[in-house]
């Protein structure tokens, strides 16, 4: 592997964690606002009011994005431990996309 590719690599997990810790300030700053708001963070309401309904939505988006993001540096850091050789990023490449008529 030629350094390139293995800085290619780094700098999408280094993007990847500070994607993380966004989203995790995001998380917390969405949570003090629930909470000030004097509701939990952990039981949803009854429907009825819409800000607190959009709250709890974006908290259920936000903790989805940070486990996906948990599981694609976890792969990385799988596939990597996998291949002491450095060979990761030949691992990692991406799919090839198939080539045809659009539909749209």
Request: hydrophobic letters at 40%; glycine letters at 6%; a negative charge.
């Amino acid at each position: 592997m030629n350094d390139g590719e293995s800085y290619d690599m780094d700098d999408a997990v280094a993007a990847m964690q500070v994607l993380h810790a966004a989203l995790t300030c995001d998380l917390e700053e969405l949570e003090t606002k629930i909470l000030a708001l004097g509701y939990s963070v952990t039981v949803v309401p009854t429907p009825g009011d819409q800000e607190i309904s959009e709250y709890y939505e974006a908290r259920a988006a936000l903790h989805s994005g940070l486990s996906s993001i948990a599981e694609v540096l976890a792969w990385i850091q799988w596939k990597t431990e996998e291949d002491p050789e450095g060979d990761v990023a030949v691992a990692i490449q991406p799919l090839p996309t198939l080539r045809g008529c659009s539909i749209h």
